[in-house]
């Protein structure tokens, strides 16, 4: 099966919203400790764009799945060639391999979009996560120990990180 995808529209942004809320009780995948609404996600919506930062959604049976951000790494023009790629799935999405499937799209798709330097930041306990990134040839590049506070157990940020020009 190939993957199918397509840039989001803001009618995707209630179901991209929806999953990315599925990950919250986990305390695997996002930092929010409670559901965040529509409306707070509008503006990070709009700083996405098929031409430099693309918001992807996946749909199976016209019900969106999944879906990837290429997002902006601290904001400063200097970084315009780092990325940072977030992938989310729907509960009934996960462990099919669509995560690897968006994955090497997002690499691919990387080069074309100015991006040179991928990071993902994911939490040290998130092993599916961490062996996904690393099953793509991205290494550890920094761990920020114990910053993030998810029912009262400290956790460790890692930034996993691949220059696609191979340089390292």
Do not use: C
């Not at 840039?7 to 919250?24: E, G, K, R």
């Not at 609404?37 to 049976?61: C, Y």
């Amino acid at each position: 099966m190939t993957l199918q995808y397509r840039d989001a529209t803001l009618d995707d942004l209630p179901a991209i919203v929806a999953i990315y809320n599925s990950t919250v009780p986990s305390r695997q995948v996002t930092a929010d400790l409670e559901p965040v609404s529509i409306d707070s996600r509008r503006a990070w919506f709009e700083a996405h764009g098929p031409e430099k930062r693309p918001l992807w959604v996946v749909e199976d049976a016209g019900r969106v799945i999944a879906w990837l951000s290429f997002s902006d790494f601290y904001g400063r023009p200097a970084y315009q060639r780092t990325s940072e790629v977030s992938i989310y799935l729907d509960e009934a999405a996960r462990g099919k391999g669509l995560g690897k499937k968006l994955l090497a799209a997002a690499l691919e798709a990387a080069p074309k979009l100015g991006i040179d330097t991928v990071l993902g930041f994911v939490f040290g306990h998130n092993e599916p996560s961490v062996r996904l990134f690393q099953a793509f040839g991205f290494a550890a590049w920094g761990t920020l120990p114990r910053v993030a506070v998810l029912d009262g157990v400290e956790r460790d940020l890692v930034i996993l990180g691949k220059r696609l020009d191979g340089a390292q």
